[in-house]
């Protein structure tokens, strides 16, 4: 019996065990819902530190890009990246694993009659 009460003590240990680890992302402080904002012109996107999960990209024309700075009013901010589009109508989609961090703010510069979804959380 005493054998028994330890085996069931033990499997319940081990099974609290295996869940007690980390989830996806819970160890980075920017986990939570995200925000997303439509632009289609050159300007900020946030105003604050800021994580961006993922960005949905339609190009109106052959060539067409986006950049995303880290900086609040310009394009004088460090560039975190940049995407482009091969021909008119392409849409081009990013998620990221890890988000990218927005030390400043996020200003978004935008070429042609394209437009992009920013998903991200302040």
């Known amino acids: 019996m005493k054998k028994l009460l330890l085996v069931c003590l033990f ?3 081990c099974v609290s065990l295996a869940y007690a680890g980390p989830f996806d992302r819970e160890m980075f402080d ?3 819902y995200v925000d997303g904002k439509v632009i289609s012109a050159d300007g900020a996107v946030t105003s604050a530190p800021t994580y961006v999960y993922g960005i949905s990209f339609y190009g109106g024309a052959a060539s067409d890009y986006i950049t995303l700075y880290d900086s609040t009013t310009s394009t004088s901010g460090t560039e975190k990246i940049e995407l482009s589009t091969a021909s008119v109508g392409d849409t081009t989609h990013i998620t990221f694993a890890k988000p990218l961090k927005f030390e400043t703010a996020v200003y978004a ?8 979804v920013i998903e991200y959380r302040q």
């Open 11 to 13: 499997s319940l240990l």
């Open 109 to 116: 510069d935008i070429n042609g009659s394209s437009f992009a």
């Open 30 to 32: 920017e986990v939570g």
